[in-house]
């Protein structure tokens, strides 16, 4: 295994994927496959080390001076994520996580029942609860997944707010808006321009703000209620525009990227069902950028599971080959 080093681009002998160029420590290196390139660099990566390689829109890559190996227009497109609305709730106890001196000295209480037993609130995992939804009763399966924290999250976290409180994630898991990703320059060192065109269609934020109200109401639930508090940003909105306009302004990713080098039986699909590049040979992109769409749930043992499949893809090929070659031989 080599860490610390960018991959740059595929190499190619003629039509076939010969191995990799890298960059490492301030060197650039020629990797040899022995047999298949499989390139698992992620939703955004994979689609960008490919366009780097000269396979996508043959226009975009000309324009940054990339040779075209092969015109693939979907690649970098379909993008697609779960947009998220998270209900953050201030509460006066100190018994979530969170920051105050009761709470440092709880905390402090936890860290010390932790070392002795492994117990305590220190086991928490924050994210202690979820469900999925459906925002319409109508609705075959659920189209909403929540997650409840212990804690306050705000962007992400980035945002810290002083005292307690828990919130309550709201995500839309069957989105209809789409993203892109493309380029800024022909070296893959340069992060790509990403833009997920999050609620670009007006349906996904039709689904939050029913899921918004559905969430309201575990909210009120007497469990939840008893802790008193206040909503951080949608406090006292109760109009469906008000929480539309709150919803639209924080809503954000909860980081399932997927399905920029979609898989299909189709010409214009990046991979096949095999998940071999169309246009090239000896290329195969095994992680959540072959996803045709996105799944209702969380993406990681998805991913594995494409990295078992591309294993068994990979086993099936090379035993194939075995097996001719045992019959030249023979
Ligand atoms: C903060 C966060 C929290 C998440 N929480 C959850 C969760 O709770 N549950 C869940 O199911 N999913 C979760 N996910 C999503 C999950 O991690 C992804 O769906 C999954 O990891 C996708 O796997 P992948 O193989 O497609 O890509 P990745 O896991 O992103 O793997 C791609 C790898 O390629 C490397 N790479 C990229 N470009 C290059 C290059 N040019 N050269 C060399 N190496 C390169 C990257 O460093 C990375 O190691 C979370 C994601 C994030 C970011």
């Not at 925002?135 to 212990?150: A, I, K, M, N, Y």
């Not at 306009?245 to 095999?274: K, L």
Request: with cysteine.
């Amino acid at each position: 295994m080599i860490a610390n080093a960018t991959v740059l681009r595929v190499t190619f002998d003629g039509a076939r994927a010969s191995g990799v160029e890298l960059a490492r420590g301030g060197a650039i290196e020629t990797l040899q496959a022995r047999a298949e390139v499989i390139l698992a660099a992620g939703a955004f990566n994979s689609p960008q080390v490919l366009m780097c390689s000269g396979i996508g829109p043959a226009d975009e890559l000309r324009a940054l001076g990339i040779a075209v190996r092969h015109d693939a227009p979907e690649v970098g497109r379909n993008l697609i994520d779960h947009i998220d609305f998270t209900f953050n709730k201030r509460v006066h106890s100190s018994e979530t996580v969170g920051y105050s001196l009761r709470g440092a000295v709880r905390m402090t209480a936890g860290f010390v029942r932790y070392l002795r037993g492994r117990r305590g609130m220190l086991t928490t995992n924050v994210a202690e609860a979820g469900g999925f939804l459906k925002s319409r009763p109508e609705l075959d399966r659920p189209d909403l997944q929540l997650h409840f924290c212990t804690a306050l999250v705000d962007d992400h976290s980035r945002r810290l707010h002083w005292g307690h409180g828990y919130s309550l994630h709201v995500c839309v898991l069957r989105p209809a808006s789409r993203g892109t990703l493309t380029l800024a320059s022909a070296d893959a060192r340069v992060a790509p321009v990403i833009d997920p065109r999050f609620l670009s269609d007006t349906r996904d934020l039709d689904a939050l703000a029913q899921g918004a109200r559905l969430a309201r109401r575990i909210l009120d639930a007497p469990a939840l209620a008893q802790l008193g508090g206040r909503e951080l940003y949608t406090h006292g909105e109760q109009s469906d525009a008000q929480l539309r306009e709150t919803i639209a302004r924080h809503a954000d990713t909860i980081y399932h990227p997927a399905a920029t080098c979609r898989m299909g039986g189709d010409a214009r699909s990046v991979v096949d069902p095999q998940l071999r590049v169309r246009g090239v040979t000896g290329l195969r992109i095994a992680d959540a950028s072959v996803m045709p769409t996105l799944i209702g749930g969380n993406t990681n043992a998805p991913s594995v599971m494409i990295g078992e499949r591309a294993a068994d893809f990979i086993a099936q090929t090379r035993s194939a080959r075995d097996t001719v070659l045992q019959r030249v031989d023979a």
